[in-house]
Each structure stands twice: as C-alpha cells, then as structure tokens.
C-alpha cells in the first residue's frame, strides 16, 4: 500500500540512499547494454522526445539515466541523488555534458517549481517509504505542460518475488553489512546465469537477462538484494499514485512482462493555493 499519512520532512534512510551508493561506487562502467534498458523504461519517450528539453532525474546514481537524455540532444538538467558516493560516479559518467548539474538532493525535498520539460525518475520511487511525497515532488519541478515520468516494480509476474525474496530481504539481507550482501550476490548470480542459459524464464525480462554479461546481472540480482524496502504495485496502484499527484493524461506501459512505466502531464494552468487545498480535502473525503 502507499502510505498516505507523511510527515512534514520525511527522511530518506528508510529507502537505502547508503546501500545503493555502495552498489553506485562498484558498478561505474557505462555499459552499451545501459541504452536498451534506458529505452525500455522510458518507452513513452523516443530520442527526438529530449532533443532541446530540459529534465531533472530524481535518484540518478551513477548518472546512466541522465546520461542519454543529453546524447539525443536535451539542452541540460539536474541530476540528485543524496549519497556522495552515487554522486561522485554520476559526474564522472557525466563529465562531457557540463550543461547536467549533479546536485546532493532528498527526492522529499527537490526544491524545484515550474522549471522542467521533463521529470522522471527510474527505479527508486518504489523504494521510498513516502512514494507519493517524492512523486509529488516531481510534479512540483515540471513545467505547466511538461512530463512527469516513473518506472517501478510491478505486481504482475513478480509474485514469486514477493513471497520468497521480499521476507529474504528484509529479515536477512538488510541487516548484512552490504560488503557481505554483495558477495553472496554471486552464488544467486551465477545459478540465475546458469539457467538462463538452459532455457529458464519465459517472460520477456528473462530473454533480456539473456542479453546480458554476468557482471550486468550479478549487478541486478546484487540490486535487489541489498534495499530495506522494495515495493511491487499492481497497474492501479501506479496509476493511482500518479493522479493523486495532479497528472493528467496518465498512461502506462508494462514493461518486460514485469514493471511498470507511467507519464503523465502537469496541468498547463497552475492552481491557486485555495484550489489544492480543496483538491487535498476532497481527496481526504473519499
């Protein structure tokens, strides 16, 4: 469920900022691979989608995601992440576009109004212990008119994760030292490997895994071992977190049989305080 009562100042530990700039300071190489999978979870948008836009990327560890916006040719942006090690990897990836600042910021406190074409954020929202809060805050950042975009973890086929890795995780893995975390991701890595290349997994995230060098998986089997919290949504309730945010036109698309991308548009007409304020008590109201 997404939490609905949320404190003023929200802290980001309960979403693993530390974890996820360890796993940011290991895996720095940009890897070809890194464009396929940026399309994948932006299927909304095409290269000419970015050219001359401006964006902001919310959880931008090492700086892959920010990385292709600026090679399709967006003007420039922000990119925030709130562990120095993730954001130490992010200007180094990002070191030829000068144009891309790489800012220390809490997705709870982006301090953003009215100033992107384009706000999205890929893998992180479902690891926010207040997902609207952050989700709102992107809203905040775009442009009347602009795009406000998300992928997470989808509900649909991950079952099986919810059942045996989700208690794992929890119980186990996010108590480990995350240098320890990190060595046993090669024993469930390499097993994984190995059944792919036996046939394993029908949906198509599985025939992606197959495209895939050990190191690149062993880093995604590495990722969802390590966070404290890992949601997995079912297509409602995504939708439904992006239009409680004010967003309109709200579309989405499954991606690789597993996950969810969601866009969706920041009204063109700015409201009036008055006007969220009663948009906030009805919403309360139903």
């Known amino acids: ?40 979870w932006t299927p909304h948008l095409g290269p000419d989608d970015w050219k001359g836009r401006t964006f902001l990327d919310v959880g931008c560890g090492m700086g892959r995601n920010s990385y292709w916006p600026m090679a399709y040719g967006a003007t420039g942006g922000v990119a925030v992440d709130v562990d ?53 805050e992107m809203v905040r950042g775009a442009r009347p008119g602009g795009k406000v975009l998300i992928w997470v ?12 890795l989700n208690p794992l995780r929890r119980l186990l893995f996010s108590r480990m030292p995350i240098t320890l975390v990190h ?12 059944l792919l290349r036996f046939g394993f997994g029908r949906i198509e995230y599985f025939r992606l895994l197959r495209q895939l060098s050990f190191s690149n998986l062993r880093s995604i089997v590495f990722d969802q071992m390590l966070p404290k919290i890992a949601n997995y949504w079912p297509r409602e309730t995504v939708a439904r977190l992006m239009r409680q945010a004010g967003l309109t036109d709200v579309k989405l698309i499954w991606v690789n049989e597993m996950s969810w991308s969601v866009i969706g548009t920041k009204s063109a007409l700015p409201e009036s305080a008055g006007d969220q304020g009663s948009r906030s008590l009805s919403r309360a109201g139903r």
């Open 84 to 136: 120095a090690r993730s954001l130490r990897s992010a200007r180094a990836t990002l070191s030829r576009y000068p144009s891309v600042a790489v800012e220390q910021k809490s997705a709870y406190d982006l301090r953003f109004v009215d100033r992107f074409d384009i706000v999205f954020s890929i893998g992180v929202i479902h690891h926010l212990e207040f997902p609207d809060k952050a989700v709102a």
């Open 1 to 40: 469920m997404i939490s609905s009562g949320q404190p003023t100042s929200p802290s980001v530990v309960g979403g693993s900022p530390e974890r996820f700039g360890y796993e940011w300071s290991v895996y720095t190489e940009m890897r070809p691979e890194y464009e396929e999978q940026f399309r994948r």
């Open 183 to 194: 060595h046993l991701s090669l024993y469930p890595a390499a097993m994984l490997w190995a």
């Open 153 to 164: 973890y989808g509900l649909e086929n991950n079952r099986w994760i919810v059942i045996l």
